[in-house]
């Protein structure tokens, strides 16, 4: 069991490019700068498209960037080894991305004004992701089936472990002014709107051909073209099978507007509460 994840505060982290100690420099001492542009969201809920949005938006449709760098270096996951190198050698405003729940995040996020994009998914279809991209990686502890890994989402113990604390932990931050929450859900019925409010949030104003390059660049069939974007270019000792991040790109159930699910009202670790949402769909209001 020990050997399946890295541990840290009772948390499974990947096995490769992860270590409790980075892990626990990250949230003890990296300092999140105002001018940085933070993306947060459980494993499997849209982190990548959002960091291609924000990467387009940043570039005002301009493709270059997208077209030469690899996802993971324009915004590097913060409680990766290389990650958190990468980011404290960068200078000047740093787009990041972190999967890390709010209990750990650094401290320093909470008193500065950097802003904060969290994206969340409905867990239906993020515990479906997960189970291919586990699966299809060396990265985690190999699932044998569907059912097996079902369980070890409820119950926590995958990747990042649960989904239910994660959202109940940075729902807190929704009524921050530097918080922006955002669906893959909403995204996916309405790119256009949400891409507008995602400028509006961060204060970027796009004529409406760069726009249309946002919105056209960053959908699920060019990213799935993208190598720069779809993990082709991971090397062969992290891929199990025939791997890309964009494996389906669908929404099983349509939410409301503003929704979460019940499950993260309720106290977190039955299965009850997941299969109320997998029955009833993605409806809870607020
Ligand atoms: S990761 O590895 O945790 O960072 O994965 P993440 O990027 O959060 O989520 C991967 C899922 O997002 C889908 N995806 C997209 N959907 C729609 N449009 C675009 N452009 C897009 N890019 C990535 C990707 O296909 C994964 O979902 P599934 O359901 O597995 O297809």
């Known amino acids: 069991m020990a050997d399946d994840y890295v541990w840290f505060e009772g948390l499974p982290f990947p096995v490769i490019g992860y270590n409790a100690e980075v892990i626990k420099e990250v949230c003890t001492k990296f300092v999140i700068k105002d001018e940085d542009t933070v993306m947060v969201a459980y494993p499997k809920s849209g982190t990548n498209w959002l960091i291609e949005i924000l990467c387009l938006v940043h570039s005002k449709g301009?493709?270059?960037?997208?077209?030469?760098?690899?996802?993971?270096?324009?915004?590097?996951?913060l409680e990766t080894d290389v990650g958190y190198k990468w980011l404290n050698e960068r200078e000047g405003p740093r787009l990041l991305m972190s999967h890390l729940p709010i209990h750990l995040f650094p401290k320093s996020l909470f008193t500065s004004k950097a802003?904060?994009?969290?994206?969340?998914?409905?867990?239906?279809d993020v515990l479906v992701s997960g189970y291919y991209f586990w699966s299809m990686t060396t990265?985690?502890?190999k699932?044998?089936?569907?059912?097996?890994?079902?369980?070890?989402?409820?119950?926590?113990?995958?990747?990042?472990?649960?989904?239910?604390?994660?959202?109940?932990?940075w729902m807190s931050m929704r009524h921050r002014e530097n918080f922006l929450l955002l669906s893959y859900e909403e995204l996916k019925k309405d790119?256009?709107?949400?891409?507008?409010?995602?400028?509006?949030?961060?204060?970027?104003?796009?004529?409406?051909?760069?726009l249309d390059s946002v919105l056209t660049n960053s959908s699920f069939h060019v990213m799935k073209q993208n190598k720069m974007s779809n993990y082709k270019m991971l090397p062969e000792t992290l891929i199990r099978n025939h791997f890309s991040l964009t494996r389906k790109g669908k929404c099983s159930v349509f939410p409301y507007e503003r929704h979460v699910s019940v499950a993260v009202v309720l106290p977190a670790g039955t299965w009850g509460k997941l299969i109320q949402c997998w029955r009833g769909g993605w409806f809870w209001r607020w």
Request: include cysteine.
């Open 139 to 141: 990265l985690s502890k």
């Open 143 to 169: 699932t044998e089936s569907l059912e097996q890994y079902f369980k070890w989402f409820i119950q926590g113990n995958v990747p990042y472990g649960s989904w239910f604390e994660h959202i109940r932990g």
């Open 191 to 210: 790119p256009r709107s949400t891409i507008e409010k995602i400028c509006q949030f961060l204060g970027k104003k796009l004529n409406p051909e760069e």
């Open 62 to 77: 301009d493709t270059k960037w997208i077209q030469s760098v690899p996802i993971w270096e324009r915004s590097p996951c």
């Open 115 to 124: 802003k904060v994009l969290y994206i969340m998914r409905n867990p239906k």
